[in-house]
């Protein structure tokens, strides 16, 4: 099952690096990752997503409370949340990738004879849904941001 | 005063007091070197090689519940010190070793004995710390202390670039009273409802065991341990890791559990109803498969770390906090407590246990008197150095056949005592982890006892051994093999005996020993095992290496059958399954 872990760590050199190390040590993988400065800057939130038992979530959770500089972490997937991702996408002229991206919040950012620059957001089963639709044909570059989320409701992720 | 980084970081050490700094000076070191000339707060010990740094600084802490300090250079100096740092860190033992780095301005171009300290020691540490700024120093090493010695402990590594220890630059020194991180605060408080939960199950139980492990040496809970045992009267069994967290020579107690643990105690924990595990994490060399660990016990778990808990075996009950406090507190709710213990029930539990202690138990008194005039047993090796000692020494290991004849005839009362890499199972451990303990103790006896192929990884620390007047004694269990990889062999592939023999090219360990400074002593015959074992502890003031030589055919059992075995498939002796 796929699970969105919400991280908040301290800002400080090698504080992420500790993060997508123990993924590795601890024999898991991570799918999508993102991650940036909050608040005052001090500290960092990072949205991991990875797949995974209820036991395994719950021993990547314990792990990655047990590095130092990591504050904070919460299993969004254990309750109702917001997610989405944002993606870049830049393709030759087509207009069944404008009207995919168009469907998903699509901006138009540059336009040219020969390519053109579109972003997009939603849920990213829909992002991955689209990015399957959109194939390979005409398409030159994609960026994806990683999944980002909140808990829906009073929960809040905060010191 | 203002003082520079390297003054900075002796100030600071002395503060935490630090009686003793295991190290190997290098280039990016030396500035910080200058600074330990001109103190002597802290004596330095000049190691040669970073591993024994490391180890000696490991042994210290084991026996002393202090945290150990090395110091190495960067490059070699940093990737040297890695095997003590992993050896640590697996059975978190507090260690704050420093790095020296090169200068700022060259990190990340490759330069001259430049390697990434923090990314190579990163998945073995607890915590580091790259310095910054030369005025953090103080800082660093106040938080690096807390953090390696509280919680589970563990090592923590400073690494410190050589400009930040320029002797020109000099900054104010400020400690602050206490440490206080916003992302660690580990818990210390068990849970009061958990802790009424287990006292129930416990109070139930009807066949329940006490599975102790190094958490409650590190927790400093052995009397808080036995405590709760003098209430409950459960069969208590230690981990390799916890042996003398329950004094051995105690009734209830069973000896080791696991892989080379006692027939008694790995019955007990399968047929056990309740496993009341204290500090003890369910390592695979004690559960066997873990599908089939102990399949009608429910378990109640305490640790310091939650990420222990339900990690290998589901835990019924989970109590999070330290272990003494846990202990306290559970005693202090087992004595509130209207169940009464089935004592029955437990009067026929304990008899069970006695019956198979009887039946396939190590059985001193044949080892003893088995061989006469032919090749030593190797237990009687330990037999007798228990004797020679009255079981009152400190004894460091090394990694194999001798340190599982070590954990099982060597009897622990006391915590502390017994110092050896359970995690990592480190070769090169016994002698340096042995100079930290004399250090420490230099009146106290301490026996290294290790095989001639461990000690072979480490022998440069004789001459350290000299250098400080060091007279500990070392046991060389000489079976003219890699004793444990043979007997694998053995067992499971055909008797071949791959890359673990070398009988021709062994040293001459006598004038090995000699030629270091000390005395060296050889023993062939069980007549004469006794004899120079007392002549080598007469010798109060050397060092003695003492070279027995084994019956190199024996094998330590019992030995859970594995793959696909529980605790209660044991080989009881050479083809023999109970």
């Known amino acids: ?159 | 005063m203002k003082l520079s980084g390297g003054d900075l970081l002796m100030r600071a050490l002395k503060d935490e007091g630090v009686k003793f700094i295991f190290g190997y000076p290098g280039g990016a070191a030396l500035h910080i070197y200058d600074s330990i000339f001109k103190q002597n707060a802290c004596e330095h010990i000049l190691v040669r090689h970073e591993q024994g740094a490391t180890h000696a600084a490991d042994g210290y802490s084991r026996a002393t519940g202090k945290p150990g300090v090395a110091l190495v250079t960067s490059g070699p100096g940093a990737t040297n010190a890695i095997t003590g740092l992993a050896t640590a860190y697996m059975d978190s033992i507090p260690l704050v070793v420093i790095s020296g780095q090169v200068q700022s301005h060259l990190i990340g171009t490759d330069s001259f004995q430049e390697t990434d300290m923090i990314g190579i020691s990163r998945p073995i540490v607890k915590h580091s710390f790259i310095v910054q700024n030369t005025q953090d120093i103080p800082r660093i090493i106040q938080e690096a202390f807390h953090i390696a010695t509280t919680g589970r402990p563990g090592p923590v590594v400073i690494d410190i670039p050589k400009d930040k220890t320029d002797p020109s630059k000099l900054y104010e020194y400020k400690r602050a009273k206490e440490v206080s991180l916003r992302s660690y605060q580990p818990r210390v408080l068990p849970h009061p409802g958990q802790i009424k939960k287990a006292s129930k199950k416990i109070l139930s139980a009807e066949r329940p065991v006490i599975y102790a492990g190094g958490g409650v040496i590190l927790g400093n809970a052995h009397k808080e341990l036995i405590s709760l045992n003098k209430l409950l009267k459960a069969p208590v069994t230690n981990t390799l890791m916890g042996l003398g967290a329950y004094p051995a020579k105690d009734k209830y107690f069973m000896g080791m559990l696991g892989m080379h643990g006692t027939y008694q105690a790995n019955m007990a924990m399968h047929n056990a109803d309740v496993i009341i595990a204290i500090g003890a994490r369910f390592d695979d060399r004690i559960t066997n498969t873990p599908s089939m660990f102990a399949p009608n016990a429910k378990i109640v778990h305490i640790d310091v770390d939650p990420a222990s808990i339900s990690k290998i075996i589901n835990a019924d009950i989970p109590i999070v906090g330290q272990v003494k406090e846990s202990l306290l507190a559970l005693i202090k709710e087992i004595k509130r407590s209207k169940i009464k213990i089935d004592s029955e029930a437990l009067d026929n539990w304990n008899i069970q246990i006695s019956k198979w202690r009887a039946q396939h138990g190590l059985n001193h008194d044949l080892y003893l008197s088995k061989i006469k005039s032919s090749m030593i047993a190797p237990q009687v090796v330990v037999q007798e150095l228990y004797h020679a000692t009255q079981g009152n020494a400190f004894v460091t290991s090394d990694v194999g056949q001798h340190q599982m004849f070590v954990a099982q005839y060597y009897h622990f009362n006391k915590p502390r005592r017994w110092i050896n890499s359970g995690g990592l199972g480190t070769m090169g451990f016994g002698l340096p982890a042995a100079m930290g303990v004399k250090l420490a103790f230099p009146k106290q006896e301490v026996v290294c006892v290790t095989g001639e192929g461990s000690i072979q990884m480490c022998i440069q620390e004789l001459s350290t051994c000299l250098q400080y007047n060091l007279p500990i004694k070392i046991i060389n269990i000489n079976n003219e093999a890699l004793g444990m990889v043979r007997q694998w062999q053995d067992m499971n592939y055909g008797g071949r005996h791959s890359a673990s023999t070398y009988a021709d090219s062994l040293p001459d360990f006598v004038k090995l020993a000699q030629s270091y400074g000390h005395v060296g002593m050889k023993v062939t015959k069980q007549s004469q095992l006794k004899k120079t074992l007392d002549k080598a502890f007469a010798m109060k003031d050397r060092l003695v290496f003492i070279d027995v030589y084994v019956d190199p055919n024996e094998h330590v059992y019992p030995m859970l059958v594995a793959p696909n075995g529980s605790m209660k498939d044991m080989w009881i002796k050479k083809n023999t399954k109970a």
Do not use: C
């Open chain 1, 1 to 159: 099952m796929k699970r969105i872990i919400s991280i908040l760590i301290e800002n400080k050199p090698g504080a992420l690096a500790r993060v997508v190390g123990l993924f590795h040590q601890r024999g898991y993988n991570i799918e999508t990752l993102n991650v940036g400065p909050v608040f005052d800057g001090s500290y960092s939130r990072m949205t991991v997503t990875t797949r995974g038992s209820e036991n395994d979530v719950e021993q990547i959770t314990k792990q990655i409370n047990k590095i130092i500089d990591v504050i904070k972490v919460s299993d969004l997937t254990e309750g109702d949340h917001h997610e989405y991702e944002f993606i870049m996408i830049k393709f030759k002229q087509s207009e069944k990738i404008k009207k995919i991206l168009k469907s998903l919040n699509g901006k138009i950012h540059e336009k040219d004879k020969d390519a053109m620059v579109m972003s997009a957001w939603g849920p990213s089963s829909d992002i991955e849904v689209a990015i399957r639709d959109i194939g390979k044909a005409n398409l030159l570059e994609i960026a994806r941001s990683g999944s980002i989320g909140l808990h829906e409701g009073e929960k809040v992720l905060k010191i």
